[in-house]
């Protein structure tokens, strides 16, 4: 069965405190993991997409990396500011998005 | 450019009950796709639109169904509502079928009592 696992479910930061967001996946036909961003009353918001083994993509203090079977999103020197739900998602059939359930990041100043 | 708008942005319907959920598309955006987010869960595909016709459907009943205009918006359908319908619904468009960049709406938050 195709399935997307994100852990933690929960992280607590302090600012300037970095860190890792694993995301698993086992999706026969891999067309894309994308990373969103969820704040809370809010949909998400997308981050990036990540095609290959081997990519890496960059925004601000966000880096998201990319193996044959799992994704890492590396937050560099958090702010507040960047506590969210982050979502990872695999793309299998070209028309769905498999969500995993979320990290929810919580940093403190 | 405008983004995507979902519409009402709140609700509360009882059991057995029917319900229209509404989307406006960004504009240029041919595709839209529907979710469900349940509390602490990830969104869940229900189906996608292209170009007036269903593209995909995910795990859902057939009381759920959808359609879209040729201006492209679109609307969410349930029928004979229960309580684990209680969700947020989440409507995102894109320029392609391909499930690529979705831009999501900030979504409807369905009560069911």
Redesign the interface.
Known sequence: EDQ?TQSPEALRLQEGESSSLNCSYTVSGL??L?W?RQDP??????LF?LYSAGEEKEKERLKATLTKKESFLHITAPKPEDSATY?C?A?Q??????????TTLSVSS | ETG?TQSPTHLIKTRGQQVTLRCSSQSGHNTV?W?QQAL??????IF?YYREEE??R?NFPPRFSGLQFPNYSSELNVNALELDDSALY?C?SSSD???????????TQLSVL
């Open positions: 997307v067309r894309g994308f969103y009353g809010k949909g998400p918001e997308f997409t979502l998602a793309n059939a070209g028309t769905a998005l498999i969500f995993g359930k979320g | 995507v796709s979710y602490g869960q990830g969104p869940q595909f996608q593209n995909g995910g989440l995102a079928r391909g499930g690529e960049k979705l831009f999501f709406g900030s979504g």
